[in-house]
């Protein structure tokens, strides 16, 4: 799995909003995300418990991620590293090593952003959710 950050404007309140998503590299599938105003390590590992819980993993998995303040927390290393899970992080200047989750935000940011402008987080939420329903 690999997961990445993208910053969506929400015009209506001139703020920019964090689209986090986790892909699964091997099928492509879109696992989870969150879209809110701000994004703290807490939410991140919630985020990750949800799929973990929903989805069935072979007993040893990888995800990768940049070198991002949230995902380089202790409570996020920490909740990986007591699910045997293995944290890589992508090496700077590098984003063709986290490709598969930049590509499906790229195509987030034509498909949905460009598109619409959006007035509220809701309206962003209720849109992103509708172009990747779970």
């Known amino acids: 799995m690999k997961f990445d950050i993208k ?21 492509r599938f879109n ?3 969150l879209l809110q105003y ?9 985020l990750f418990e949800e799929i973990f819980r929903q989805y069935s993993f072979p007993e040893k998995i990888t995800v990768r991620s940049d070198n991002g303040s949230q995902f380089e927390a ?5 909740y990986f590293k007591d699910l045997n899970v293995q944290h890589e992080f992508t090496q700077l200047g590098t984003p063709e090593q986290n490709a598969h989750v930049k590509s499906y935000h790229s195509i987030v940011q034509r498909a949905v952003c460009d598109r619409m402008g959006f007035d509220t987080l809701d309206q962003a939420q209720d849109s992103v959710e509708r172009f990747h329903p779970f």
């Not at 910053?7 to 590299?25: H, P, S």
């Not at 701000?38 to 919630?46: A, D, F, N």
Request: aromatic share 6%.
């Open 7 to 27: 910053y969506i404007q929400i015009d209506g309140t001139g703020r920019k909003a964090f689209l986090l998503t986790v892909i699964d590299v091997i099928s």
């Open 38 to 46: 701000s994004l703290k390590k807490e939410e991140v590992k919630v």
């Open 74 to 78: 202790g409570i996020v290393g920490q």
């Open 31 to 33: 696992m989870g995300q």
